[in-house]
Structures are given as C-alpha cells and as structure tokens.
C-alpha cells in the first residue's frame, strides 16, 4: 500500500529530528529547508541541524539535571540529535557540547541516505499547498517572513518575537595560556571524561569594574522597529547583563567560584571568563554566556581587554537575531496540531521551546505524533512524568491554570514536572539536609520518568502490532 508523504517545513534540529522519527516509522517524508536558496540573519552553512549560537547541549546528567533527563529520554527513542551529538562531542565538563560543523555533516549525511527521506531545497512561501494533507512546520525562529505572515493572518495573533545572541568564537593559539589555564569548574569531568574542559581567563577587581564600564559605554546594533521586542532571559546579551547591576555577571557567566589558579592558588579571581571548546580539533573555542549585541568593532576591543585574550583572534563575533514563537497554548491542540487548520503541526523552537535540545524534542514526538497519525495507528503523547511529555504539556497549556497567564519560552526544567516523593529520613532515622533531599528528589524523578516513558513505549508498540 502506498502511504502518502508527510511533509516537514525546516531543516534544523526539530525538522531534522521529525524527519527522522517519521521516517524510522516507516512513513516518507518530504523535508524542505530553504537554505541556501534563501539565506537567514544567523545560518553560515547549508547544511542540516545548523548550530548558530552555542555548540553545547547543555548537562548531561539525567540523575541531577532536567536537561540531562531530556537526553536519557531521546535516546531511548533513537533520536538522530542525540546519537550525532554523541558521536561528534567535545570536552564540556558536565556539559555535551559537539563539534558543530561534525555534527551537521553527520545529521545531514543520515538524512540523505535515508531511503525514506526526500530533502528539498526551497522556500515554502506562505501557508503550505492544500493538498498537502500532513504538514510538520518547524522553521523555528528565523522562520521566513512570508511563513511568519501567512501563520499569524490564519490564527489572528499579533507578532510574538524576541531577541536571541550569539557569542564569539576564538582560534585557540591566540589565547595566551600563560595567563589563563584549564579546569572544569569544580574539576568536573563530563561525557568523555576530561575534568579541564575550559579555558579559564582571571580578572581582579579593577579589571572587571573596567571591564563592566566597557560594556557599559560600548556602540551597540542599533534595530529600528525591534526596539519594543523582549529579550529572552536564557540567552542575554552580556552588556545587557551588566545595565541590570555591576555584579551581575560575578554571578552569572563570569562567576569565579570552582576554579583555581594553578599559577597562585591562594588568591583568589574576583571574576572568571571561560571558554569551551568549539571544534573537535580543539582549534576554536567559544566564550561561555558572551552573547552579544556590541558592534564587532568594540568587541575586539572590549574583549581583548580580558587577561589572556589580548592578542585573541576571533573566527566569529558576537551577533542579534530576532526569534519569532507562537502563543501555542491558545493556538496548538494536544496533538501540536493548528487548531485552525489541523493539517499542520508546530515543532521546535517556534513552539516556544528554547534551546537545541528542546526544540529537538518537540521535532521527535510531533514527528511521532505526524506518522502514527498518518498510520492509522492510536495517538498521545508521553506521560506528564517525563521531560518530553512535561514539553508538550508547557506548550500546550497545561502549566497555566485555566488557560491564563503570559505565555513565554521556557527550557526543561524540573518545575514542569509533577512533584515526586522521596524519603526524608536516612536508614538510621535522621532527617536529610536540603542538598540529600534535592538530589534524591532529582534523581527519583528522573527515575521514574525514565520508566514511565519505557512503559508507554511497550504500550505503543502493543498497539502497532494490534493494529
């Protein structure tokens, strides 16, 4: 029987990732990605699954941090994010981070030699063909113009965007490592086991409070008709960081605690820069939480300023983009379906996910959710106690009381979770400090939401071989 393809608008990580899962359902699919015909404000390749801000996946750990659960969770359902990520990952501490051009390469080499999957090369221009019965729109927040337009005129809503930076790149021989050394903070070895995954430039007091005025006074982009747009607090500029208050960035990105000079242990930096390693050949390195929106002139500037970078070389400056989301609790179903015209599921970052590995989430069950449909076959999504149902649930509505409230971009986080119980008491009956009780609350959560989701996969693979 010949099945009809679904079609799947965008080819990063959640385009790329619902691809794949329709695919691997044994459904074809028909994947669009506009580059290079059309170009984007923050792409410089064309190729799949693109990295354009951070090369990290962030923590790894599925015991003591959500997004370490979210990982577990795709991996158990053979996500092509997950498995290139592995596959291509460098020194990040506790932290996955990938080596960006590797990883697209290797997204999109599976993607082409997918026997079910077609990539087409062009621009969907406005709303898609009607007789396209089954759409997955994941063109996440550099969603083109005429998409953008065509989605807002069909649900009536107003424009909802905000601002995403991006941080410099540095080739490593031109770090001065006589001043700056290696360490994770906390020595903390991450997914291949190195304990001194970043680069690590100190600052004394005089240093950051000049630094802080840099900042401060540094010509900044200018964006016309963006001036009323929100930034989203998981990824802001570092200046705009610093208007919030002097110490901010102290306790921020540039927080010194964990880390120890080798060259004068006893004293102690007022404030830490770190860099992570960009590349699998450990040539280029990215400064951590250095999002920017300072022109690129006083970026080389400023940021030569830091001990140990005087003489950086920098293969990318910093850089603004406008993202673009949906108000998706009133405008998706539980399904991710347009309740306007349910032809068509939302995935990924336009979603209003924020982050790789999120939007890469939302891309595998909406592409879950597109071929069971499209196989006739029984349709949910996973249970509340995982990451990935605790997803579907934020962007669907379920963490608004009675569907109020503003909806706005969020990360996996243990607060989207039900709440779950654990022991308060040791063997001996003593009461847990607050850290045991964290941890052992983290980890319990992760455990079962790593069983319930084994559940609903038996459950679904049931129901397939019923049908």
């Not at 984007?40 to 599925?62: I, K, M, P, Y």
């Not at 007789?131 to 994941?138: G, K, N």
Request: glycine content about 12%.
């Amino acid at each position: 029987m010949t099945v009809e393809p679904i079609h799947v608008i965008g080819g990063g990580l959640a385009g790329s990732e619902a691809a794949w899962q329709i695919a691997e359902a044994g459904v074809p699919v028909i994947l669009h990605e506009m580059r290079p015909v059309r170009g984007t404000d923050a792409h410089q390749t064309e190729g799949l699954a693109e990295l354009v801000c951070s090369n990290s996946f962030r923590a790894d750990d599925w015991t003591g941090n959500a997004v370490g659960l979210l990982h577990a969770e795709m991996r158990r359902l053979g996500s092509i994010i997950m498995t290139k990520g592995d596959a291509h990952q460098v020194p990040a501490g506790g932290a996955l981070a990938v080596d960006r051009d590797g990883f697209s390469q290797g997204v999109t080499a599976a993607l082409e030699a997918h026997p079910l999957i077609t990539i087409a090369r062009e621009e969907i221009a406005g709303l898609p063909p009607a007789d396209w019965s089954s759409v997955v729109v994941a063109t996440g927040p550099l969603t083109s113009p005429a998409m953008a337009e065509a989605i807002l005129d069909l649900t009536g809503e107003g424009q909802l965007s905000f601002f995403d930076a991006i941080a410099p790149i540095i080739h490593l021989d031109s770090i001065n490592m006589d001043v700056a050394w290696r360490q994770s903070r906390y020595d903390k070895e991450g997914p291949g086991g190195d304990a001194a995954a970043y680069i690590n430039c100190p600052m004394d007091k005089a240093q950051y409070e000049a630094f802080i005025d840099a900042l401060l006074e540094g010509p900044k982009s200018e964006f016309k008709d963006w001036e009323n747009v929100p930034y989203f607090d998981g990824c802001l500029p570092i200046e705009v960081m610093a208007e919030r208050g002097r110490e901010t960035l102290r306790h921020g990105p540039m927080k010194p605690v964990g880390l120890t000079n080798p060259r004068d242990p006893l004293v102690k930096a007022y404030a830490i820069v770190q860099l992570r390693q960009d590349n699998a050949l450990g040539t280029l390195w990215n400064m951590v939480g250095f999002q920017t929106k300072l022109k690129h002139g006083a970026q080389s500037d400023i940021f030569r300023t830091i001990p140990g970078l005087e003489k950086a070389v920098f293969a990318r400056l910093g850089g603004l983009h406008r993202n673009t989301f949906l108000n998706s609790p009133r405008l998706l179903d539980d399904q991710l379906r347009l309740k306007a015209q349910p032809r068509l599921r939302f995935a990924g970052q336009v979603t209003g996910v924020e982050g790789y590995v999120e939007s890469a989430a939302v891309g595998l069950i909406a592409g879950r959710l597109a071929a069971a449909e499209r196989l006739g076959q029984p349709i949910t999504a996973p249970p509340a106690t995982t990451a990935l149902g605790a997803l579907v649930g934020h962007i669907t509505g379920g963490h608004l009381e009675g569907g109020k409230g503003s909806f706005q971009p969020m990360n996996i986080n243990y607060g989207l979770l039900p709440p779950v119980e654990v022991i308060k008491r040791d063997g001996e009956g003593r009461r847990l400090g607050a850290n045991e009780k964290s941890r052992n609350k983290k980890r319990a959560g992760g455990a079962r939401a790593l069983s319930d989701l084994a559940t609903w996969q038996g459950a679904k693979l049931a129901e397939v071989e019923a049908v």
